[in-house]
């Protein structure tokens, strides 16, 4: 796997940004000195453990807590029965009400497995747990309903951030005059988060002030969700998050935080509270799995006349969830006859949140898989149907594309990965009992800003001191706003400190959907601009400082409209073994288009980690549940995960992407890398068997039967 800088990255750029740094906490991080939620020390800090529902549906009727509280080291059991009154009355910061998971403790019904039905408060962590386990719960089971099927007859459209269902034109009469037409039903299992951090929390009230120290993917963000549950003035509150070990959109707001802010508000006491990696299976979100249906039509030179994307997803009975996985149709393919469509069924299961690159990981995975099976059919190179099936515009909005360069991915990976030798034919290449095959697949993501603010402080030292609520949750956004303050400020990173993951330092956007960097960084230019200006030469600096503060609300709100995204294209080659259904990846490229790029070192990694969690998707990952509800293998034993051992070499690399349009340039990576990796190797295993699969994850016992019905065919 490529990590370090190339010479290519160093002749690409002359400023800070654009040159290969190593992580300016790298040091904190490698010796221990960077301490993350669960690590920081407070004086007579209690220790909370959640209990959750082992019924998947019903009602409380009965908790035996006397016995609980008389444990040691016990000192409270909060419940239905006594907890504080919460307010779920509000739309949060991304426009949704707030999932009922997180108003703990508000009613005795259970809505499904996992569901937190009390929190058990002691003097350490060890006492909290065996108190926990030893709380019985009395339930009345009621009937329900966990049945995920692409045939249910009570799922519905739901709007997310973007429409439910778009259209144009005549559907079926394009098919019927189609010449070669690709009708197939593709399917992607749950999924889940899994960062290395668990979520964390610690709550505690200090002078009349409630201070937040969590894990979590934006500060003010936690802020705005916990003075809204418990109606409390945002400015009383302080949320703290310097350093996060892995995010993917499951660190938002949560149980845990909520319960440790209650426990913390009835006992007047610092009370900390960690999820377990079982815990986190039912309360941090995880990817709905996806029922996904393709249509296309084409005419016999492959450009497409008809194109149908249809994704289910599931949602809990409490909270409407949608993963939007016919999304990346909209960006990357028209047709006369163009229609997508995201529904949605509600069952007795946990609710499910965003996780990386949501929407576009399943709906490329179905998608390019589709195009590949439309290549196959009409005889034409896969790289060469997308060539010709390139939109001049937006396929829904009609928008002009900023920029789009997705055509000069596919030829730079082409010319790299060898692609010009490829024979198209399935099963021909062999490597002793190994058959070979390549594939290839189509990325994009959308580009994204929201309104943040900064502040920027000329020090007496001749130093600067950068101050925003970002989030670095390990892309290395921290250093990469290092290198661009330093630009903007005309000097050097060595001089130039940034403080993050305060809510203090006022409203900024949260590290989530490629829109935190790009964000940030607007809102960090306009500071120091201003700051430069006001300097001046050879005068003396206060002791206090000299602080710019910005806002780029107004400057975000007059972007222009123009269909703005990443794009990218993925190339696999895969081992597979018929006779074991062993499927190894052996060497994958990935060419993205992704505007300017501020840390080559970095952003590579952000590139080959989304890939290697293609491969994860593509061969491993699945969480499944039995009849009852809950999760077999609630674990990292029993859901797999790609190791060293899967990954093999890896690369990944861009072309220069400028956007005359933008004011920033930067496009955001932490999505993109993930999105069509996953059809490259299900692509790749196709051209070394000669079999669809359509399901993920393509494991040994699929091949095995695949392998045998080939044979019987």
């Not at 010796?31 to 529902?53: K, Q």
């Not at 440790?260 to 508000?265: E, L, P």
Request: hydrophobic share 40%.
């Amino acid at each position: 796997m490529t990590t370090a800088a190339t010479p290519q990255d160093k002749a690409r750029t002359t400023g800070a940004a654009g040159t290969a740094h190593t992580r300016v906490e790298g040091r904190d991080k490698v010796t221990g000195a960077a301490r993350y939620a669960a690590d920081i020390p407070f004086a007579d800090l209690a220790h909370g453990w959640l209990v959750l529902s082992t019924v998947t549906r019903g009602r409380i009727r009965s908790l035996e807590t006397a016995e609980v509280l008389a444990m040691p080291g016990v000192l409270a059991v909060l419940h239905h029965g006594n907890a504080l009154p919460l307010n779920t009355d509000y739309i949060g910061l991304l426009g949704v009400p707030p999932d009922p998971t997180c108003a703990v403790f508000q009613h005795d019904r259970v809505p499904f497995r996992g569901w937190p039905v009390a929190l058990v408060v002691a003097e350490t962590p060890e006492q909290a747990r065996e108190a926990a386990e030893a709380l019985v719960v009395h339930y009345d089971e009621e009937p329900y309903d966990i049945a995920f099927t692409g045939d249910r007859p009570d799922a519905y459209p739901l709007d997310g951030p973007t429409p439910a269902v778009t259209g144009k034109g005549d559907l079926e009469a394009a098919l019927a005059a189609s010449a070669v037409v690709v009708d197939a039903e593709y399917t992607t299992p749950q999924e889940h988060h899994h960062p290395m951090e668990p979520h964390a929390a610690t709550a505690r009230w200090d002078g009349g002030r409630l201070d937040v120290v969590d894990s979590n993917q934006g500060a003010t963000w936690v802020v705005g969700e916990l003075a809204n549950l418990f109606s409390l003035d945002p400015a009383s509150v302080r949320v703290r998050s310097e350093h996060v070990g892995g995010g993917f959109g499951s660190k938002g707001v949560r149980a845990h935080q909520v319960a440790a802010v209650m426990a913390a508000t009835v006992l007047r006491r610092p009370v900390r509270v960690v999820l377990t990696r079982r815990q986190m299976f039912s309360l941090a979100g995880y990817r709905s799995p996806t029922v996904q249906r393709l249509r296309l039509g084409a005419d016999a030179g492959g450009r497409l006349r008809a194109l149908e994307h249809r994704s289910l997803s599931l949602t809990s009975a409490v909270h409407q969830f949608i993963e939007q996985g016919a999304g990346a149709a909209r960006a990357l393919y028209d047709a006369d006859a163009h229609h997508t469509a995201n529904r949605v069924v509600r069952l007795d299961v946990p609710t499910p949140s965003w996780m990386r690159a949501p929407g576009e990981a399943p709906g490329s995975f179905a998608l390019e898989a589709a195009l590949d099976e439309l290549a196959e059919k009409c005889g034409i190179d896969p790289i060469e149907l997308r060539v010709r099936n390139e939109p001049e515009r937006g396929p829904v909005s009609g928008l002009p594309f900023s920029s789009r360069n997705l055509i000069p991915c596919f030829r730079e990976g082409a010319r790299r990965f060898g692609w010009a030798g490829r024979d198209p034919r399935p099963g021909l290449r062999r490597d002793g009992r190994w058959l070979l095959g390549t594939g290839t697949a189509a990325a994009t993501f959308p580009v994204l800003a929201r309104p943040s603010t900064a502040a920027v402080t000329a020090e007496a030292d001749g130093t600067f001191t950068v101050r925003i609520s970002a989030a670095d949750i390990g892309t290395g956004a921290r250093t990469a706003l290092t290198l661009l303050a330093a630009d903007a400020l005309e000097t050097a990173p060595d001089r130039v400190r940034v403080r993050i993951g305060d809510s203090d330092f006022g409203p900024a956007m949260i590290a989530g959907g490629s829109m935190g960097t790009r964000s940030w960084a607007w809102a960090i230019n306009a500071a120091a601009e201003e700051l430069r200006e006001r300097l001046v030469p050879g005068a003396d600096i206060p002791p206090e400082g000299i602080t710019v503060r910005s806002d780029t609300t107004a400057a975000v709100g007059a972007l222009g409209q123009l269909e703005r995204h990443s794009f990218g294209a993925q190339f696999a080659e895969v081992a597979v073994d018929t006779a074991t259904g062993e499927v190894r990846v052996r060497r994958m490229l990935g060419i993205f288009a992704a505007g300017r790029i501020v840390n080559p070192l970095t952003a590579r990694g952000q590139f080959t980690g989304g890939m290697i969690w293609g491969i994860s998707m593509a061969l491993h990952e699945e969480a499944v549940r039995d009849a009852s509800g809950g999760h077999y293998g609630a674990d990292l034993a029993g859901y797999h995960v790609a190791t060293h051992a899967d990954v093999p070499h890896i690369e990944a690399d861009w072309i220069d992407d400028p956007d005359p349009h933008d004011p920033v340039g930067i496009k955001g990576i932490g999505e993109i890398g993930i999105v069509g990796a996953a059809a490259a190797v299900a692509n790749a295993v196709w051209h070394a068997t000669g079999v669809r699969h359509r399901s993920l994850p393509i494991r040994p016992d699929r091949v095995l039967r695949a392998a045998a019905g080939a044979a019987h065919a």
